[in-house]
């Protein structure tokens, strides 16, 4: 499997959910690669080498999906392949996705953050960030985002989405820039999982009276959430890497060929209400396990009732 960035909670969550996902299979090895820092280079050359001495197949997680161009080499050689959590455009050559309803989770997202500020909130700025403007996983959740304040709040003014950086040092700059600009702003929401760790603690560091959301479950976080500073949809990454492990193995192992379609994940609110139990199931990668891989096995042993087509999948374009 390809992850996107080492440094993200988002890659541990896949890798370990991918590792115990394909593990139910005898017989099969997983390895996990990804670019140590947010790398577009670095992670096509890993994937192009994976694509090469990995016959039996080839998960991925990508950001800049326009830089993978041997995807329809490898797809011409006969590897199977998964696009976990971003889809990809053309899905005449990878055709199996697992993942959120990206869209669909901006838009939860925004539901949870006015429900935060209470309906008393009828006006005022919210500020949007996203740490890779044009990757589509995240142009979809700014666009339900937007979408649901619009149609809930029609008094705001939403603003952004401005680049908020990748890197977790440059995010941090980013959105303290965003921040100081825009003190009378009455939320603050990043599309993804390195926006979450900086806004809870910019919002702890500097009192701030503003909302908080992001996409991330981070064990940094959990303290925030629990103290109301902070709320997040899971999109569940554990649960993703686990599904494309266990449906990459068994086509490894010859059980099955990959299906074509969406296998739809859903996102998970975390609010102060839920965290205990979330925390509980985060302690650890075996506490994850015990939790979810359940969950991951029981929707690939009936695959039909969780398969959306391909089609169903909303563009970000």
């Not at 394909?22 to 994937?47: H, K, L, N, W, Y």
């Not at 890197?167 to 390195?194: K, Q, T």
């Amino acid at each position: 499997m390809l992850i996107p960035n080492r440094q993200l909670t988002i890659s541990r969550e896949l890798a370990a959910g991918y590792e115990a996902g394909a593990g139910q299979v005898p017989g099969i090895s997983p390895f996990v690669d990804g670019p140590d820092s947010a790398d577009a280079t670095r992670a096509v050359e890993i994937f192009n080498r994976l694509a090469r001495t990995s016959p039996a197949g080839v998960s991925f997680f990508n950001l800049y999906s326009e830089l993978f161009e041997e995807l329809p080499d490898a797809a011409a050689a006969g590897v199977p392949l998964i696009a976990v959590a971003n889809p990809v455009s053309d899905t005449n050559v990878v055709t199996l996705f697992v993942g959120n309803d990206n869209y669909d989770i901006g838009r939860v997202l925004a539901r949870t953050v006015l429900d935060q500020l209470g309906p008393w909130t009828r006006t005022g700025k919210v500020v949007l960030g996203t740490p890779v403007p044009g990757a589509s996983v995240f142009d979809l959740r700014v666009s339900g985002i937007r979408r649901e304040i619009a149609a809930l709040r029609p008094d705001m003014t939403v603003l952004g989405p401005f680049d908020s950086k990748s890197d977790p040092l440059a995010n941090r700059a980013a959105w303290s820039v965003l921040v100081e600009a825009h003190r009378d702003a009455v939320a603050f929401i990043g599309a993804g999982d390195v926006d979450s760790f900086t806004l809870g603690q910019l919002r702890l560091e500097r009192d701030g009276m503003w909302r908080a959301g992001a996409f991330s479950l981070d064990p940094r976080i959990l303290d925030w959430i629990a103290a109301g500073d902070l709320v997040t949809v899971s999109p569940e990454h554990f649960l993703q890497g686990a599904i494309a492990g266990q449906l990459q193995a068994e086509c490894a192992a010859g059980h099955r060929d990959l299906p074509r379609g969406w296998v739809y994940v859903p996102g998970r609110v975390v609010t102060s209400e839920n965290v205990a139990a979330i925390r509980a199931r985060q302690e650890s990668d075996r506490d994850l396990r015990v939790n979810l891989l359940p969950q991951s096995s029981a929707i690939v042993a009936d695959l039909d009732a969780h398969l959306r087509p391909l089609d169903s999948i909303r563009s970000s374009r």
